[in-house]
């Protein structure tokens, strides 16, 4: 019997068998958690059921008339939020602007510039991305992928307004590759 059980896991067996049982003690600690268990419950004290009032914390009643504010239409609301951080606003004319923003993407190279449209004043910027798939040991494949963004100068109050819009469909865009273009005209012309 020997050969085939050797003394420490026949010992082990025992010890683990024996565990749950009253010999060492756990008799005591289960009838000690039953009796905490069967205890009186928790009362709540009257002072959290209705707190006290005071009348530091009551809210002056308003004097004189009311006003009505009329509701603005909704045709009055923007499309676009326009956003500070989306844009920047410059004190020039558009054709200038656009003459410093085409010299300032030119300086900056955060991206390659594509079509130049002078008479619609924008100018489409792509971005190469390129992504590493991996699995646990070796690497799967590089995907590239090119991101469009178009630079559009618009006539604004104080002289011209720079928007980023996505290259593909035209809509304001704000998104890392927006900002990165919009940060990299706000170190190279002067904006408001």
Same mark, same amino acid.
């Not at 010992?11 to 756990?26: E, Y």
């Not at 910027?125 to 559009?152: A, C, M, N, P, Y």
């Not at 593909?168 to 990299?184: F, K, P, T, W």
């Given at each position: !019997? /020997? ?6 896991? $026949? *010992? =082990? #067996?025992?010890?683990? &068998?024996m565990s749950g049982c ?69 004190? !020039? /004319? ?6 410093? $923003? *085409? =010299? #300032?993407?030119?300086? &900056? ?47 604004d109050a104080v002289g ?33």
């Amino acid at each position: !019997m /020997s050969k085939f059980f050797p003394r420490p896991l $026949v *010992l =082990a #067996a025992i010890v683990v &068998a024996m565990s749950g049982c009253s010999l060492f003690g756990k008799g005591k600690m289960h009838e000690r958690y039953l009796d905490a268990e069967s205890g009186k419950a928790l009362e709540v004290p009257a002072e959290l059921d209705t707190p006290a009032r005071r009348d530091s914390m009551r809210v002056p009643e308003a004097r004189g008339e009311l006003v009505a504010v009329a509701e603005a239409p909704v045709d009055s609301l923007p499309v676009d939020a326009d956003d500070p951080q989306s844009r920047l606003k410059v004190r !020039m /004319s558009p054709a200038e602007t656009f003459d410093k $923003v *085409l =010299a #300032a993407l030119e300086q &900056a190279q955060i991206a390659m510039l594509g079509e130049t449209e002078r008479n619609e004043l924008r100018v489409e910027l792509r971005f190469e991305v390129s992504e590493e798939r991996k699995r646990w040991w070796w690497k799967d494949g590089t995907q590239t992928r090119t991101i469009r963004r178009s630079v559009h100068v618009l006539e604004d109050a104080v002289g011209s307004r720079i928007v980023i819009e996505d290259g593909n469909s035209g809509i304001r865009i704000d998104d890392e590759y927006a900002q990165r273009v919009l940060s990299a005209l706000r170190d190279r012309i002067n904006w408001e």
